[in-house]
């Protein structure tokens, strides 16, 4: 059990095509809308039901592009209409979470908000509703925070954050200063970091209250900031569609953690919450075998019934109506859907996208 946070809201962007997780990820059923874990929820629904103890249905607003908004809308029933917020085209992070915000700000000035992915598996939802509490209270006192995961391995796929001293917060005991952000490091890299201890993962989970984010975008990325404010004066207007036609083609398109975390960070502006959630990002077949339950070894998402495994390991995936059987190799990913089968290991689940672009060079845009 947990208590709503007073003026907290949560936005989800729900975006991207999970290529590495192809062919079962595809751009018209990217992996949010997925059950990947066996939970009988889709990974947006799990996203929901994590911060619903924290809102309440009327806090949260999910920015999707327009072709998911149906499936969105069938997949959270509660989700109020106003706070679905659907991009003509993908513009990256700072675009839809910054327009969320701008219009989330044209409602409730002075929100805190806080920013989500839709995709993600995260397992200690006691430790996230913990963490979250400290990092709204922090962004009150108007610090950019975000929350850092306590690396398990030394991972390659996921940046990293330098955490600094202790800021000693009322509210937020755990918070500290964000020395720097690191880009992906080599595996040497990564081994030094969670080696010395003072590094986290960086899961892109960013809280501040509106005004606060704004002036951010204003200053490092000033154009973009006038296009998303324009869109969010227009967005609850009769006019929100002749805006949006207008002026969205012509957002930047960058990433958040480039327009407002890393200069902010260099600033002295980013406050970290360090914690320990079990999070993954699910960003590659062998990280889903890894998360999967149960101690076979090799894993299955979907009906176990439809796999024969003989003396093998990793992870596989039927399609509903045959068998897939796997005998005597190790480390193997093997996806079998309709229209398309994938067999690759381990070592080679970060380059799947590689299939995805070489389809797309092929002209297979219907298997993409």
Same mark, same amino acid.
């Given at each position: 059990?947990?208590?709503?946070?007073?003026?907290?809201?949560?936005?989800?962007?729900?975006?991207?095509?999970?290529?590495?997780?192809?062919?079962?990820?595809?751009?018209?059923?990217?992996?949010?809308?997925?059950?990947?874990?066996?939970?009988?929820?889709?990974?947006?629904?799990?996203?929901?039901?994590?911060?619903?103890?924290?809102?309440?249905?009327?806090?949260?607003?999910?920015?999707?592009?327009?072709?998911?908004?149906? $499936?969105?809308?069938?997949?959270?029933?509660?989700?109020?209409?106003?706070?679905?917020?659907?991009?003509?085209?993908?513009?990256?992070?700072?675009?839809?979470?910054?327009?969320?915000?701008?219009?989330?700000?044209?409602?409730?000035? =002075?929100?805190?908000?806080?920013?989500?992915? $839709?995709?993600?598996?995260?397992?200690?939802?006691?430790?996230?509703?913990?963490?979250?509490?400290?990092?709204?209270?922090?962004?009150?006192?108007?610090?950019?925070?975000?929350?850092?995961?306590?690396?398990?391995?030394?991972?390659?796929?996921?940046?990293?954050?330098?955490?600094?001293?202790?800021?000693?917060?009322?509210?937020?005991?755990?918070?500290?200063?964000?020395?720097?952000? /690191?880009?992906?490091?080599?595996?040497?890299?990564?081994?030094?970091?969670?080696?010395?201890?003072?590094?986290?993962?960086?899961?892109?989970?960013?809280?501040?209250?509106?005004?606060?984010?704004?002036?951010?975008?204003?200053?490092?990325?000033?154009?973009?900031?006038?296009?998303?404010?324009?869109?969010?004066?227009?967005?609850?207007?009769?006019?929100?569609?002749?805006?949006?036609?207008?002026?969205?083609?012509?957002? /930047?398109?960058?990433?958040?953690?480039?327009?407002?975390?890393?200069?902010?960070?260099?600033?002295?502006?980013? !406050?970290?919450?360090?914690?320990?959630?079990?999070?993954?990002?699910?960003?590659?077949?062998?990280?889903?075998?890894?998360?999967?339950?149960?101690?076979?070894?090799?894993?299955?998402?979907?009906?176990? !019934?439809?796999?024969?495994?003989?003396?093998?390991?990793?992870?596989?995936?039927? $399609?509903?109506?045959?068998?897939?059987?796997?005998?005597?190799?190790?480390?193997?990913?093997?996806? =079998?859907?309709?229209?398309?089968?994938?067999?690759?290991?381990?070592?080679?689940?970060?380059?799947?996208?590689?299939?995805?672009?070489?389809?797309?060079?092929?002209?297979?845009?219907?298997?993409?």
């Amino acid at each position: 059990m947990s208590t709503v946070l007073p003026g907290f809201h949560a936005i989800v962007p729900a975006g991207g095509a999970g290529t590495r997780l192809w062919p079962l990820s595809r751009q018209a059923r990217p992996k949010f809308l997925l059950d990947l874990t066996g939970s009988g929820r889709t990974l947006l629904q799990q996203t929901w039901d994590r911060l619903l103890p924290l809102t309440g249905a009327s806090g949260i607003t999910v920015v999707t592009g327009a072709a998911h908004a149906d $499936a969105v809308t069938e997949q959270l029933p509660e989700l109020a209409a106003q706070n679905l917020l659907a991009e003509p085209t993908p513009r990256d992070s700072a675009a839809a979470i910054c327009l969320a915000a701008a219009v989330i700000a044209q409602r409730t000035p =002075d929100a805190v908000i806080g920013s989500f992915a $839709a995709d993600h598996v995260i397992r200690n939802e006691e430790g996230f509703r913990a963490a979250v509490a400290e990092a709204v209270a922090a962004a009150q006192l108007g610090e950019i925070v975000t929350l850092g995961i306590e690396p398990d391995h030394p991972s390659t796929a996921f940046g990293y954050i330098k955490v600094g001293e202790g800021l000693e917060l009322a509210g937020a005991p755990s918070a500290c200063r964000v020395e720097r952000f /690191e880009e992906k490091p080599d595996a040497d890299t990564a081994a030094a970091y969670v080696h010395e201890g003072g590094y986290r993962w960086n899961a892109g989970m960013f809280v501040a209250r509106t005004d606060v984010l704004l002036a951010e975008l204003q200053r490092n990325r000033p154009e973009l900031h006038a296009g998303v404010q324009a869109i969010a004066a227009a967005w609850d207007t009769p006019e929100r569609d002749e805006v949006l036609a207008a002026r969205w083609p012509e957002l /930047e398109k960058v990433a958040i953690d480039y327009a407002i975390a890393e200069p902010a960070a260099e600033a002295g502006r980013v !406050a970290v919450v360090p914690a320990a959630l079990g999070w993954d990002d699910i960003g590659d077949w062998a990280s889903l075998a890894a998360l999967l339950p149960g101690d076979a070894a090799l894993k299955v998402v979907g009906d176990a !019934a439809q796999v024969l495994d003989v003396d093998s390991s990793g992870i596989a995936v039927p $399609a509903a109506d045959r068998l897939v059987a796997v005998l005597g190799l190790k480390d193997v990913v093997v996806i =079998d859907t309709p229209s398309a089968v994938l067999v690759t290991t381990r070592e080679w689940a970060q380059d799947v996208k590689k299939v995805v672009e070489t389809l797309s060079e092929l002209g297979r845009h219907d298997l993409r």
